[in-house]
């Protein structure tokens, strides 16, 4: 069945260092990617996302990666800063479905000072 | 800037109850949707609409309905309010071939 699943639920990096987060997606007619950023007690935050059409788009400090032979997308955060932590979710959009977007389970990144 | 606004960000009601969950955009979107977030489980999504006074179920439609009777509002409402209800609720908005934008949650608490 459809699905959109994070390797790791979680994920310690010391301030200053890149992060790198990872989602892998099962339907390969998926048509958008989308990152978002949730904190505690707030809604999902949007990030960056990509078309199905590319492989890569970057955007301040954030870079998206897609990798349709895998179906493997990642985020990579550069420079991670202790505002940062927080839930990060991978979704896919499928437009002949009505364009629902499919959560992953999220994976929650912690900035060491 | 862009907004989706959820009437209430804490509600605490009894079992039984019948329970309005509003949400508001200003974006003009086509469509809306309902999600209900629960560790674990993550985002599922409960019901969406296309347009006024259409409405499809998501994932996990029972013990919901919805109501869209002006572009700018989708209405979540849980008939009669049961334990298992206590979740965060998330409102989104989007326009056909972009990306949603997210209300901030509503915290329901059944007791």
């Known amino acids: 069945g459809e699905s959109v699943g994070l390797h790791l639920p979680t994920l310690s990096v010391q301030e200053g260092d890149n992060s790198i987060i990872n989602c892998a997606y099962s339907?390969?007619?998926?048509?958008?990617f989308i990152w978002y950023k949730q904190e505690s007690g707030k809604g999902p935050q949007f990030i960056i996302d990509?078309?199905?059409?590319?492989d890569k788009r970057q955007g301040q400090r954030v870079t998206v990666l897609l990798n349709k032979t895998v179906k493997h997308l990642s985020l990579q955060i550069a420079a991670t800063q202790p505002g940062d932590s927080a839930v990060y979710f991978c979704a896919e959009i499928h437009y002949n479905q009505g364009g629902k977007l499919i959560f992953g389970q999220g994976t929650e990144l912690s900035v060491k000072p | 800037d862009v907004k989706v606004t959820q009437s209430s960000r804490y509600l605490v009601k009894r079992t039984g109850e019948k329970v309005f969950l509003e949400c508001v955009q200003d974006?003009?979107?086509?469509?809306m949707f309902w999600y209900r977030q629960d560790p674990g489980l993550g985002l599922r999504l409960i019901y969406f609409?296309?347009?006024?006074?259409?409405?499809e179920k998501g994932d996990i439609p029972e013990g919901y309905s919805v109501s869209r009777e002006k572009k700018e509002r989708f209405s979540l409402i849980l008939e009669s309010a049961s334990t298992n209800q206590t979740s965060m609720y998330l409102c989104?908005?989007?326009?056909?071939?972009?990306?949603?934008?997210f209300g901030s949650g509503t915290r329901l608490t059944v007791v």
């Open positions: 609409s296309y347009d006024v006074k259409m409405k």
């Open positions: 990509i078309r199905s059409n590319m």
């Open positions: 989104a908005s989007t326009r056909i071939n972009y990306g949603y934008t």
């Open positions: 974006m003009d979107h086509e469509n």
């Open positions: 339907n390969s007619a998926s048509d958008y």
